[in-house]
């Protein structure tokens, strides 16, 4: 039988692997490119609005990881608060949290290049993506962003720096058990009130009916917050908002997508 030598040695040789697996999920996948981990262990834990994803990068990808990330991309880590004005030339700055691909950021971007836009997401194929895409366009306006949006606007934020928030399709979380990770919650609005100027338009699209009634709900409730209609209900999809792949799927499914303007008072 197994003696406390050898469980013992078990027991080493699992720590080890553990380790082994830590270390790897902490090396960015890419020299130069985006952290696996940006804040790492400096911030604490809570409860994430998002799952981080690494899945397959495409040659395409990488490439403009390599060479594009040390000039437009830049890591959420939380420890220095970030200069807006010199980091988009003086621009006027929104703040997109999920970008998915990057098609419809790519487009505002071209079709705005007045505004800056700082856009957040953890999807490394997506992040390289929008790199590639501002590129070709020939776009100087964008600023992609790796890691938690939290922790971007809590930390690394200035009081009235943005003139904007976007949040397009987030995850519905549609599990009853999982709603307390929607982004669009009281808490997330008392944190980013401060950070936008009177006036800012906050923005928000899904085609997940109980969340857009949610999303309407707390941005009513707030009292920093008031709705651009009306009539105190949805908002017709602006003109600068393009139709995402992710919004044709659902509409190709039947669901109904909703707008949500708000400005901040």
């Known amino acids: 039988m197994p003696g406390a030598a050898d469980a013992d040695d078990a027991a080493a040789r699992r720590a080890a692997s553990f380790e082994r697996q830590r270390r790897l999920?902490?090396?960015?996948?890419?020299?130069?490119?985006?952290?696996?981990?940006?804040?790492g262990s400096h911030h604490e834990r809570r409860i994430r609005s998002f799952q981080p994803r690494r899945s397959r990068v495409t040659t395409g990808q990488e490439d403009a990881l390599q060479r594009l990330w040390p000039t437009w991309g830049l890591d959420i880590d939380g420890r220095g608060v970030l200069d807006l004005r010199t980091l988009f030339d003086g621009l006027p700055v929104v703040l997109e949290i999920g970008?998915?691909?990057?098609?419809?950021?790519?487009?505002?971007?071209?079709?705005?290049?007045?505004?800056?836009?700082?856009?957040?997401?953890?999807?490394?194929?997506?992040?390289?993506?929008?790199?590639?895409?501002?590129?070709?366009?020939?776009?100087?306006?964008?600023?992609?962003?790796?890691?938690?949006?939290?922790?971007?606007?809590?930390?690394?934020?200035?009081?009235?720096?943005?003139?904007?928030?976007?949040?397009?399709?987030?995850?519905?979380?549609?599990?009853?058990?999982?709603?307390?990770?929607?982004?669009?919650?009281?808490?997330?609005?008392?944190?980013?009130?401060p950070r936008l100027k009177p006036g800012a338009v906050v923005h928000c699209a899904t085609d997940w009916e109980p969340y857009a009634e949610q999303m309407l709900d707390v941005l009513t409730a707030h009292p920093l917050f008031e709705n651009t209609q009306a009539d105190g209900g949805y908002a017709p999809r602006p003109a600068f908002r393009p139709l995402t792949r992710f919004e044709g799927q659902g509409?190709?499914?039947?669901?109904?997508?909703?707008d949500v303007l708000f400005t901040r008072r």
């Open 99 to 193: 970008f998915g691909m990057g098609e419809a950021t790519a487009q505002m971007a071209a079709d705005d290049p007045t505004t800056g836009i700082l856009a957040v997401d953890v999807h490394t194929p997506g992040q390289g993506n929008l790199l590639g895409l501002a590129e070709r366009a020939g776009v100087s306006n964008v600023r992609v962003a790796n890691g938690d949006a939290i922790i971007l606007i809590r930390e690394m934020l200035e009081p009235a720096a943005l003139d904007g928030l976007r949040v397009y399709f987030p995850d519905p979380w549609p599990k009853k058990r999982h709603h307390k990770r929607r982004l669009i919650q009281p808490e997330f609005l008392d944190l980013v009130a």
């Open 251 to 258: 509409l190709d499914k039947g669901h109904v997508v909703h």
């Open 25 to 39: 999920r902490q090396e960015p996948r890419f020299p130069g490119g985006p952290a696996a981990d940006p804040a």
